[in-house]
């Protein structure tokens, strides 16, 4: 088979399962598989294991219920079933798992789910455990897309306590059309119990579990696949797929105890999905290389108990760069066992152990996987393992023998050779150690050494039968050559069947043959000889080609096609070279093409091949075309981009929608392909990707919006007088600060009030309209204190006071260092020099603070007058005189004497002479005044007495007589 170069596998595998996969389903529920299994956990007790396989491409998995019956007339079901595993199990190559159904891709996914439940089976000696679904997958080999049903039964009677056989792989297998399918499930038994499995029906459930149909004649429930086969021991599956789907597999599991009775069943419905892989899968020679035991066929083999051994199991994969990955359940199955894998292609899994009866049979899953991609191909066989003692008679193969053979001979039974009556039931391998039949049949076994051995793992004899060539070679066996006329020389041996041997001769053909080739060119078909001279006893051999032509096809020559991504179809067939025949076929692509058209909107680049079907044996004539498909430029979609009118230069493709490619080009320039609104202008700019022949270019739109800065001006400061009226803080502001903002702390009304707010840092931000981010200036505020002059007052002083200070006359607390208007030196009031009235007290204030005032309002009373101390002289007989005469100055009236003279008069005759002090009341603050009369007697003379005015000399005008005189102090 010719293999596809691995770099070109990925499109052509991808084709392939799309067109598998994209198949219509019925229904969604899309099942791909079930199978129930149970362990007896004591008492009774059992745990039921359901395991179901769902296509991702189908709906999620729905709650699902397990049934019971038996024959004991038991019958009861569990709703519900709890789920306990969830895993994805697409045979994917890790890198293509993203783009798997159950990830939201395009490649074939499914999904295992695993759900159990403990449940008591009373003792019976048949109950089965079943569950169903409505529809499958749609498939190749069923009719429709029936329900799916599948079954386990137990038999407990006498509270046996026995486990299911369980299942090792868990997956749906994808296997590759026309390649060697070998697939094993990995089934073994836990208890050691003989297994047994056959190919049975799939089920539906209508009512009562029923057979489904199949498409008959082609597909039976014993022969699913056509040619495929099941090893009833290990449950080996063989067979090669020629036809892509989906096939429903159903093996049943028959386990039997130590007496040979049947103590249960389990079934696995699966699928395999045949797909086209263009790539071939791992495949094994069997068993090799053992230091111990005996094998007995190509996956069994019988090992003794206790004594050591290894095998090796190699697998190889013809692609080349193939690399193999081995994995194996050897160490979980056989306690103490070591599974040691040694290369990647070939690559050989090594199993050793020490037997242990107890774990006899033991059905061991080894599986190989290649590195093909986005579908590994996968290859598993299982080893049955029987642990054995050693004979009771040692076994006896007999005696060596050889035997003389022609490679054109008769077949030649081996075993009648032996000498000495050996013990038959033995096992033969040919000359390269593979187990062979036992009959030497030229020409195409091999000549040599066959061996053959008896008895078991643990004992073993061999004898062997040589087989020589004492003949001439085969000439091999007659052939027939189809050539086409047009076909190069090709050796006639070739087309001989059997193995030739060399060194013969040709004869025959017109013109007679030379050098063993034929050559449509100069030669004529007919029949020619190859004759091989015989060795006695064997005679001359002869074998026959017989040669026919015809006529080739012709699909020109290879080809070339470039075409845009977003491009129109377009005919290959104009793209091929020479003169092709018309009517052939195209292939290739992703999808497969049809029409013999490219068409970038549905399909991938590559290699097309158009062919032209050869009439045998001429083989069909192919040609290329291989088609470039260069990308649509991408520019993106359009969009806006809204910037700040202060921002910074921002990247014009962020307004860009899509995935727009770099390198291209904007309009209005745009250098560096940044948008700077300090220097450009808002509005459109087109980006230009140019488009690579025969794709145009491509241009998207981005239109620009600036949004205006937010201004809140610029810092400044604001001092305030803490007695002041609120002032609005934007007037401490610089520039030109927008309306609008907001104040922090808060400042109601945007203002600054002394009363009752602090002084400091008040920020003032404006909102930017996004992407312009907000403004923000800050105001620091200064608070000065107020100047204090004290509150109004009044001063009283007297009109002959001391000086007084006019501070004395303010309220509050009026700070010092004023100054006084009128002035007032010293800042006080004398009223010996000043005016009484106004006085205002200026304290000068700190800007923006004014000046404080208050005003002292000075009243001037005026002092009492008592005049000035004088002498009055009186006559002891004289009439009463007004003290007030004996007064100097100016004396004010309404004073009071003292003592007391009634209506301020001295009367000589009712008062005594002496000092009389006169006192006017002041007012305050004047202090009461006083003035001093006394009354003196004359020295010369004796006191006299006028009885009349006196002189203008101080003597009596009229009589007086002397008696006493009064005298002003």
């Known amino acids: 088979m010719n293999k596809m170069p691995q770099k070109y596998r990925f499109p052509t595998i991808l084709a392939a399962l799309l067109l598998v996969w994209t198949v219509p389903v019925a229904r ?97 000696n048949d109950w089965t455990i079943s569950w169903n679904i409505c529809c499958r997958n749609t498939t190749v080999n069923l009719t429709a897309t029936p329900g799916l049903y599948a079954e386990a039964t137990v038999n407990n009677a006498g509270g046996a306590c026995d486990r299911s056989p369980v299942i090792a792989d868990n997956s749906i297998p994808f296997v590759c059309v026309n390649d060697p399918v ?7 038994d836990p208890d050691g ?6 190919f049975i029906s799939a089920r539906n459930f209508t009512g009562s579990p029923a057979n489904v149909g199949y498409q008959t004649p082609t597909y039976t429930a014993a022969a699913p696949i056509p ?69 007995v066929d190509g996956s069994g083999m019988e090992v003794c108990d206790g004594v050591p051994f290894c095998v090796d199991i190699p697998f190889t994969d013809g692609d080349p760069g193939g690399t193999i990955t081995l994995v194996s359940n050897a160490v979980a199955l056989l306690p103490g066992a070591t599974f040691t894998v040694t290369g990647t292609n070939p690559a050989v899994g090594r ?18 996987t290649d590195n093909a991609c986005p579908v590994p191909n996968v290859a598993s066989i299982s080893i049955l393992f029987t642990v054995v003692l050693p004979p009771a008679v040692p076994p006896y193969a007999g005696t060596d023998a050889s035997v003389a053979s022609c490679s054109s001979g008769p077949a030649v039974a081996l075993f009648p050779l032996i000498g000495g009556g050996p013990d038959p039931g033995g096992v033969w391998t040919d000359p390269n150690g593979v187990i062979h039949p036992g009959s030497f049949v030229p020409p195409g076994d091999p000549f040599g050494v066959y061996t053959y051995r008896v008895g078991n793992g643990c004992q073993t004899d061999a004898a062997t039968v040589t087989v020589n060539s004492n003949g001439s070679p085969s000439p091999g066996s007659n052939g027939l050559l189809d050539i086409c006329a047009t076909a190069a020389a090709v050796p006639l041996i070739n087309s001989l069947g059997g193995t030739p041997a060399a060194g013969g001769t040709w004869s025959g053909g017109v013109p007679a043959i030379v050098g063993g080739n034929y050559n449509p060119s100069t030669m004529n078909p007919g029949v020619y000889t190859y004759t091989v001279a015989g060795v006695a006893p064997c005679p001359a051999a002869t074998a026959t080609v017989t040669v026919t032509e015809s006529a080739g096809p012709n699909a020109g020559t290879n080809g070339t096609l470039s075409v845009c ?26 999808p497969a093409i049809v029409g013999g058209s490219y068409d970038p909107a549905t399909m991938n680049a590559g290699i097309y ?19 470039t498909e260069n990308p649509v430029a991408n520019a993106g979609t359009n969009g806006t981009l809204t910037v700040c009118s202060n921002g910074a230069a921002v990247a014009l493709s962020t307004g860009l929608g899509g995935a727009p490619a770099a390198g291209g080009a904007w309009s209005p320039a745009a250098p560096g392909g940044n948008y700077d609104p300090a220097t450009m202008a808002p509005g459109p700019y087109v980006y230009t990707v140019t488009g690579t022949a025969p794709c145009t270019n491509a241009t998207a739109t981005v239109t620009v919006t600036e949004n205006a800065a937010p201004n809140a001006g610029t810092n400044g400061t604001l001092t305030v007088c803490s007695s002041g009226a609120a002032v609005a803080l934007s007037t401490g502001l610089g520039g030109a600060p927008a309306a609008g903002g907001a104040w922090s702390p808060a400042a109601p009304g945007g203002n600054y009030d002394p009363a009752t707010m602090a002084p400091g840092p008040y920020v003032y931000t404006v909102t930017g309209i996004a992407p312009c981010a907000n ?36 309220g509050g607390a009026p700070a010092a260092g004023g100054a006084w208007s009128p002035a007032a030196p010293g800042g006080n009031y004398d009223p010996a020099t000043m005016a009484p009235g106004p006085y205002v007290y200026t304290v000068t204030g700190t800007a923006p603070c004014a000046n404080a005032t208050a005003t002292v309002t000075v009243t001037e009373n005026a002092a009492p007058d008592a005049g000035t101390n004088g002498t009055l002289t009186v006559c002891s007989n004289g009439a009463a005189v007004s003290l007030s005469t004996g007064l100097g100055g100016a004396p004010a009236a309404g004073g009071a004497w003292s003592p007391a003279a009634p209506g301020g008069n001295y009367d000589p005759a009712a008062m005594a002479p002496g000092p009389y002090v006169y006192t006017v009341t002041g007012i305050a603050p004047c202090a009461n005044a006083t003035g001093t009369v006394r009354l003196y007697g004359n020295r010369n003379s004796p006191l006299r007495e006028c009885d009349s005015d006196r002189d203008r000399y101080g003597k009596c005008r009229t009589r007086c007589w002397p008696r006493w005189s009064v005298v002003g102090l």
Do not use: K
Not at 193 to 198: A, D, E, I, K, P
Not at 609 to 627: E, F, H, Q, R
């Open 351 to 368: 199993i050793c152990w020490t037997p242990l009866i107890a774990n006899s049979p033991a059905n061991v899953l080894v599986t190989a």
């Open 775 to 810: 403004a923000t200036a800050t105001v620091t505020v200064t608070e000065n204190a107020a100047p204090n002059a004290g509150t109004n007052g009044t001063l009283t002083v007297c009109s002959n006071g001391a000086a007084v200070a006019l501070s004395t006359g303010l």
């Open 182 to 188: 070998l697939y094993n499930p990995g089934i073994s």
């Open 193 to 198: 119990n003989t297994m047994s499995f056959q």
């Open 28 to 124: 969604g529920d899309h099942y791909s598989g079930a199978s129930i299994t149970y362990e007896c956990i004591g008492g009774n007790f059992f745990n039921v294991t359901l395991d179901l396989f769902l296509d991702c491409s189908g709906t999620a998995l729905t709650p699902q219920s397990l049934n019971f019956a038996n024959d004991c007339g038991v019958v009861f079901s569990i709703p519900n079933v709890p789920l306990v595993l969830s895993e994805e199990v697409s045979q994917l190559c890790p890198s293509s798992l993203a783009n798997s159904t159950c990830n939201g891709g395009v490649l074939q996914g499914i999904n295992h789910f695993q759900l159990q439940s403990t449940v008591f089976l009373s003792p019976c």
């Open 565 to 590: 991504s977003n491009g129109a179809a377009v005919a290959l067939f104009p793209r091929l070279g020479g003169t092709p025949a018309a009517g052939g076929t195209w292939s290739g692509g992703v």
């Open 227 to 295: 040619g495929v086969t099941l090893d009833p021991v290990t449950g080996q599956i063989s067979f090669t797929p020629t036809v892509t789907g989906n096939y429903v597999v159903v093996i049943q599991v028959t386990t039997y105890n130590a007496m040979g009775v049947a103590i249960g069943t389990i079934m696995r419905d699966f699928m395999f999905v045949v797909v086209n892989c263009m790539g071939e899968p791992p495949v094994t020679t069997g068993l090799t290389n053992n230091t111990g035991g005996f094998i």
């Open 609 to 627: 091949t158009y062919t032209v079907t050869g009439i045998a044996p001429c083989a069909n004539a192919t040609a290329t075309v291989t088609v």
